[in-house]
């Protein structure tokens, strides 16, 4: 599985880079704030809602610490959809330390 650490992202985000980030948290989670451009479909709707991705695209998978945005991930790629984990996910974006 593919990865980058959530600095290296916002360096690509801020550059003007065109990324297609999926934010897998909860509705009340996103409320609080994404990542600019990134598309919300929660862990439990990846399955069903992969066919929506496009295959030959890289997809920058992203959750809370970092742990279901794996999850989504190996969904996803079982599915041949390309992927990257951010490590570390939001608290990393949001200069969090992760416990």
């Known amino acids: ?57 890289e997809y920058y998978m992203v959750c809370r610490a970092g742990r279901r945005s794996e999850m989504a991930c190996s969904i996803l790629e079982s599915n041949n959809i390309d992927t990257v984990n951010v490590e570390g996910g939001m608290m990393a974006w949001n200069g969090e330390t992760i416990a």
């Not at 593919?2 to 999926?22: F, H, M, P, S, Y």
């Not at 990542?35 to 695209?57: D, N, T």
């Open 1 to 57: 599985m593919k990865t980058i650490t959530a600095d290296e992202l916002q360096q690509r985000v801020e550059a003007g880079e065109e990324l297609n980030i999926i934010d897998v948290r909860e509705l009340d989670e996103v409320a609080v704030g994404m990542i600019p451009g990134a598309q919300h479909i929660p862990l439990g709707e990846v399955e069903e809602r992969a066919g929506e991705l496009e295959a030959g695209k």
